[in-house]
Every structure is written in C-alpha cells, then in structure tokens.
C-alpha cells in the first residue's frame, strides 16, 4: 500500500544522494567504501550507476523543469486500493521518466508499473505529452511525451494522433510498438496526411521489431482495426 509508495519516493533519493556522492568523490572510493559493507551492496550500487550511466549520461540525475507542477498532475493510485502516490513519490516517477527516452528505460519503471494503476500511468503520460506540446514542444523536455512509451494504455494510444501534432508523436507509436499503435500509424501510412513519412518510419520500426515485412504488419493492423470496430458496435 503506503509501503509502495513510500519505498519508490526513498529508492529516488537514495539514488540521487549515491550519484551525488560519485560525482563529488569518484566512484572508484565509493565502491571501496561500499565493499566494506558486502558483495551485495558493491552488486547493487554498480546497477544503479550502470542505469544512470547508460540513460542519464554521467553520473547526473536530471532535473526537472521548473515549469513540471507535480500537485497538478493526475493521482495514480496504487493497485488495487484507494491510496495514491504521494508528492515525493511523484517527484521520483517523473524523476525515472525524465532520465528514460524513445528506446531505453529506467529500470525503476518496471517497479512502478507493477505497483501503481496502469490507466492512471497512461493518464498521466498523456498529461505530460499535452503539457510538452502546450510548453513549446522544447527539446530537452521531450521526456515528458517519450513518458507514453513506458506508460501508455491502448486507450490512451487512440489519442496520440488527434491530440498532438508533432512527429514526435508518429515516433512514439513506433517505439510503443504494440497493436493498437500499429493500427493508429496505419492511416498517416495510407494517405497523403499529416506526419506520412515519419509514420512509414515509425511503422517499419515495429514490422522490423516482430520480424515482419511492412506489408505483414499492415494486413495485421487492419485485422486488429477491424476487431476493434466490431467491438465498438456490440
């Protein structure tokens, strides 16, 4: 419950005092320090750094814009319960997110998602995506719509297209990758619309990740298309 929430708002800054530290002393003292204490801990503080090398770049972690209100963002509960994360255990989330892109996330998500509501994730995903465009679309808050990648629902999926405007958008399908994402790049793909090119890019993407040909991939998005119409009129 609480717990949950309470341990990812902890792991955050448990980090962010750890890459602080290797940044001011070096990580080779660090790691001495920690092999005093065991294997395990020498083991673990390597994973964390490893993260933040190889998605945050050096030893940083990334701060978020000023612009970011956390309080007005929507709640994510915690499975199952009324409980929602709290103000420092948001702060984290956004914290992992901003140091995840297109291609490559923060291994703490993984925890997240297991422990919060998927809608609500989604949900918020589509609000960062909204407030990135509404901002200025800048590039070094583009995190904030690469956030659908991890978080997304095939519900919030179906928004993409009509509610953003910028390639980004087609891109972030592409790195989703999933059915309801296929079917939405299927229309870009087929007319002379908005985002056309980056969709056939972005639809290549995902025919290439399941070992498809494009036309493989577009015969399956059609039948999923056609699934979700019925569906739609029961």
């Known amino acids: 419950g609480p717990a949950r929430a309470l341990g990812l708002a902890l792991r955050h800054r448990a980090e962010r005092g750890l890459l602080e530290l290797v940044r001011l002393r070096g990580e080779g003292p660090v790691l001495a320090l920690c092999s005093r204490l065991g294997e395990d801990v020498v083991a673990a503080v390597r994973e964390i750094l490893a993260s933040a090398l190889l998605i945050a770049g050096p030893a940083k972690a990334p701060k978020l814009p000023a612009s970011l209100r956390l309080a007005e963002l929507p709640p994510v509960r915690l499975r199952g319960q009324a409980a929602t994360l709290d103000a420092d255990a948001t ?34 995903g589509w609000t960062l995506a909204r407030g990135w465009e509404l901002g200025g679309a800048k590039k070094k808050e583009r995190w904030m719509i690469d956030a659908l990648v991890p978080l997304a629902d095939d519900d919030v999926v179906r928004r993409i297209l009509p ?49 498809l040909t494009p036309d493989e991939l577009e015969q399956a998005a059609l039948g999923e298309g056609a699934r979700r119409a019925e569906r739609a009129h029961r």
């Open 91 to 124: 702060e984290a989330l956004c914290t992992y997110l901003a140091a995840s892109g297109l291609t490559l996330v923060h291994p703490a998500l993984a925890e997240v998602k297991a422990a919060c509501e998927p809608h609500d994730l989604a949900e918020l």
């Open 163 to 211: 509610g953003l405007k910028q390639d980004r958008a087609v891109f972030v399908l592409g790195a989703i990758g999933t059915d309801a994402a296929a079917v939405e790049l299927l229309g870009p793909v087929e007319k002379a619309k908005l985002h056309t090119m980056a969709a056939r890019t972005a639809f290549q993407w995902i025919a290439a990740s399941r070992g």
